[in-house]
């Protein structure tokens, strides 16, 4: 039927030749491609045209798998049409945007820029309103940072934790990733069936999925934000540890497989911290559980709402190895972090300036609450001490940032975290101010700031606003002088004694800057001053507030004082300075004459002296003896901060081993009488007291009678880990390293290799990082830049390396050949502290090296440049004291002071 084909197109021709043309139809409306406007990000924080009002988020979470996915329904409020909304995501590829308006969808653009800003461009405006933003996304899972969502292994099973503080929950999921958009959550996951999946709030419901999954959602939380969300997927064990508080919410310890029997202390002191928390605030523990995600490392701990994250070196304890210091430890962690919870959950700052409002009350309440906790302790005295000299320490350097520090980029968010002035001289201010108004009154201001912002945000003007009400205006201006700028007062004095008239000071105050300070002296603030003046029977007391350059304070006594004490109370943040005779009249006041805080501030400002350049230091060593044989530990301790003045690079190696010999001798007696290992019924005072004093004679001087026995204990418990006290244990691992030979360190090594367990390799690498020997440091420098282990457990070994001055030089040349590798693997609040390192130099050729060799790195680093400054300065100014002392040092060791005989220990 072939032939059929041709004459069917020619009938087919013909009809079509002579039929009508029918009209072409007409084209279909070709639809215009909708127009985006160009991009144009906000420069850090937010526009605040649109805020979150709400969050619905789902995750997919699988442990072992690399990426993760998830959708995010973000309910806003648009305060005026927009065609641009900008929020954050960071590493997340965004597969869907709309934003539904409820009577239309606008289908958005996806687009990025810098920091982790996530805009979503709209072909029309976004009319004012409520809207809903919906995005589906994926995202990598992080496993070597531990930022964002991350992953670590533990025994071969993969576990996720989240981290997110301050700008890190935009790795996870799209969010508005700032503080002040505090709002509800609601959370639910995808895991797989019988891992346990937790968040900040309860879980409402499991529904089995197939192929082995299993769907959790979450309770609704209460308003919190971004950085606040918190979960952990993976096959975990949960402890049940009874309940908390005044209304009983369930306590449970989350951790590892296998790990539960090491929670025994954490649960056992957990609820009492939760009461003293709930005492001082006279408020119910908030939240309806309490979970305890106990994280990888010391680094994660965490305020999240209903699932405080605490490491595993703080949480996880033996049964049988609950020492003295790990009690303490976990304790005074543990309190810090859910004393956030009014500061910083309950009310929390409203941008990353006012994130003392959270660290610096909070630091100071670890203070107040853990001196009920455990009166033995003694922990308020050591801890005011500490922090009191490491502010001022930091407030010394004209690169010092005030306590509330600008926020403007986003290198200042992340250095807003700073320890010396966010924490320590922040809550060394509160400090001030409560023995300035007592401690109820405080404690009063306190209470109402949280009431009258709970679950909102707060500034720094609220938090004035509520001081000045609660106790004057004058009190709310002298705080913010103190909390809104940088550096610390020096406050001097004049007696002005006239025959029938009160005697009088003549006060003055200036910027404190050590010698070779390039910083400006001319700065006041409104300084809460009591000085104390002694008289042949007594003394007198006397307080007032100076606000200017200079001031008269009057003495109730007609007789010029034998003494006066220029910080009565030890509670003052500043330096008193006293003139050469001055100072004599006051150390030789009797020794009853002060309480122990005074006499602890009278030694910190001798050491001010010293660094001004007032008072040389070989004078100032000879105080040392009669401190190190005090009763109380505090003075010892602050009396040993005179050693670390010295400059021992640059001592002969025969100046040194003088100079160490010097410091075994005035503290070991008292450390041989107490011995390495404790007796059966020693106090937790006595405890501490040998802990200190053996540091002091061992690690810091030379006993060769206590370095020969720490070395004999430390060899028999790395054969047998029984046949040493826990609390000996970390001091004779060092000492035994500090001085030993090739055959302990291999030990040593080969035990850390094989060890499982986080907590116990760590304490086998801080005993591998004290040695002296330079071919065996140069062997473990070498793990820091390999892959055999990971670098945030490693990183000791370089911190040691540049802390002694026999492997110093050694260290720096490792770090100039290391550096851009090692920057590459660290997070950025680990940058800071990887460029820190180079402030343990101390002369003007190290200090050129350090501008010529980080000058160029440092400006592509995050969160690196102020730590650069610091460092710098650091280098500086301790060669400016090496060049006033060096000389008087060397005349010092060349006939040092005899020791007295120590008392007899408790």
Not at 678 to 689: A, M
Request: include cysteine; charge should be neutral; proline fraction near 8%.
């Amino acid at each position: 039927m072939r032939w059929q084909l041709p004459l069917l197109l020619a009938f087919l021709s013909l009809r079509c030749t002579h039929a009508p043309e029918p009209a072409a139809p007409a084209p279909a409306p070709v639809a215009a491609a909708p127009t985006y406007p160009e991009p144009q990000p906000p420069a850090l924080r937010l526009p605040d045209t649109v805020r979150p009002t709400h969050y619905a988020l789902d995750l997919k979470l699988i442990p072992a798998e690399p990426t993760f996915s998830g959708a995010v329904a973000i309910d806003v409020e648009v305060r005026e049409p927009v065609r641009q909304v900008w929020l954050h995501g960071q590493d997340l590829e965004v597969t869907q945007a709309r934003v539904d308006t409820g009577t239309r969808t606008l289908e958005a653009r996806a687009v990025t820029a810098s920091d982790g800003r996530l805009g979503l461009l709209l072909p029309e405006p976004l009319p004012a309103g409520k809207a809903v933003i919906h995005l589906s996304f994926t995202g990598h899972v992080d496993r070597e940072r531990s930022r964002g969502l991350y992953s670590v292994e533990e025994r071969g099973e993969p576990y996720l934790y989240t981290f997110f503080e301050p700008v890190d929950a935009r790795r996870a999921f799209p969010c508005f990733d700032e503080p002040g958009f505090k709002v509800p959550w609601r959370l639910r996951f995808t895991v797989k069936a019988g891992h346990v999946a937790l968040a900040n709030h309860p879980v409402v419901s499991r529904e089995p999925l197939p192929e082995g999954l299993e769907r959790v959602t979450f309770a609704e939380s209460r308003p919190m934000p971004s950085y606040l969300v918190a979960f952990m997927v993976g096959p975990f064990d949960v402890v049940d540890a009874g309940t908390v508080g005044r209304n009983a919410a369930p306590l449970r310890f989350i951790v590892p497989r296998g790990r539960g029997p090491e929670t025994a202390y954490a649960a056992s002191a957990t609820p009492r911290i939760v009461k003293a928390l709930e005492d001082f605030f006279d408020q119910a523990y908030p939240y309806e559980k309490l979970d305890v995600a106990v994280v990888p490392r010391y680094w994660g701990t965490m305020e999240h709402p209903g699932i405080v994250a605490l490491g595993q070196p703080l949480t996880l304890i033996r049964p049988g190895e609950e020492t003295l210091a790990r009690r303490k430890w976990y304790a005074t962690i543990a309190g810090h972090e859910l004393g956030h919870y009014w500061f910083g959950d309950i009310v929390t700052c409203k941008w990353w300036d006012d994130i003392w409002l959270n660290e610096s009350l909070t630091s100071w309440l670890d203070r107040k609450t853990m001196d009920g906790f455990d009166p033995g302790w003694g922990f308020s005295r050591e801890a005011s001490m500490n922090a009191l000299s490491f502010a001022l320490d930091a407030d010394a350097l004209s690169a010092a940032l005030p306590v509330r520090k600008p926020a403007n980029t986003h290198d200042d968010v992340l250095g807003s975290f700073d320890n010396g002035t966010t924490y320590a001289k922040g809550s060394s201010v509160i400090s001030m101010f409560e023995a300035w108004l007592g401690p109820e009154r405080m404690r009063d201001v306190l209470r109402a700031h949280v009431r009258k912002h709970a679950w909102g945000v707060a500034t720094s003007e609220d938090f004035a606003t509520t001081l000045s009400e609660a106790a004057s205006p004058d009190v709310a201006r002298s705080f913010r002088s103190f909390i809104d700028q940088p550096g610390a007062p020096r406050i001097s004095a004049e007696v002005q004694c006239k025959p029938g008239t009160p005697t009088r000071l003549k006060l003055s105050q200036e910027r404190f800057l050590p010698a070779g300070s390039t910083g400006g002296a001319a700065q006041t603030w409104t300084v809460p001053v009591c000085v104390r003046a002694g008289t042949g029977g007594g003394s007198h007391r006397v307080c007032q507030l100076l606000s200017e350059s200079t001031g008269e304070l009057s003495l109730p006594m007609r007789d010029c004082p034998k003494w006066v004490l220029l910080n009565a109370g030890g509670t003052g943040y500043y330096r008193s300075s006293y003139t050469r005779e001055q100072l004599a009249k006051v150390l030789a006041a009797p020794p009853n004459a002060f309480t122990v805080e005074e006499r602890l501030a009278l030694l910190a400002d001798v050491e001010g002296s010293v660094r001004r350049g007032d008072l040389p230091l070989g004078e100032a060593l000879r105080l040392v003896p009669a401190t190190a044989n005090d009763k109380d530990r505090t003075i010892v301790l602050r009396g040993s901060r005179l050693l670390q003045l010295v400059n021992e690079d640059g001592l002969s190696p025969a100046e040194r081993t003088r100079f160490r010999k010097w410091v075994g001798d005035v503290y070991g007696p008292r450390a041989r009488k107490l011995g390495w290992e404790p007796k059966p019924g020693d106090s937790d005072e006595l405890k501490q007291e040998r802990s200190r004093i053996l540091e002091l004679a061992t690690m810091h001087g030379e006993d060769p009678a206590l370095s020969q026995e720490a070395e004999r204990l430390a060899r028999a418990w790395l054969k047998d880990r029984k046949s040493v006290n826990p609390e000996a244990v970390n001091g004779v691992l060092v000492v035994a390293a500090m001085h030993g030979d090739k055959a302990l360190f291999d030990t040593l090594l080969t035990q850390a290799r094989k060890e499982e367990d986080r907590n116990e390799r760590s304490r086998l690498l801080t005993a591998l990082a004290t040695f002296r020997d330079p071919a065996l440091v140069k062997e473990s420098l070498s793990l820091v830049i390999g892959k055999e282990m990971d670098i945030r457990d490693t990183k000791v070994l370089l911190t040691g390396a540049f802390n002694a001055p026999e492997t110093r030089e050694l260290a720096w040349t490792f770090y100039r050949e290391n550096f851009d590798a090692l920057a590459e693997r660290l997070r950025s609040d680990e940058l800071a502290w990887l460029v820190g390192l180079v402030g343990n130099l101390c002369d003007t050729q190290h200090h050129a090296q350090v501008q010529e060799f980080l000058g160029p790195r440092v400006p592509r680093l995050e969160n690196a440049p102020r730590a650069l400054a610091r460092a710098e300065e650091s280098i500086r100014l301790c060669a400016e004291s090496d060049r006033l002392n060096r000389e008087g040092v060397k005349s010092f060791l060349r006939a040092p002071p005899t020791v007295p005989a120590s008392p007899q220990t408790r």
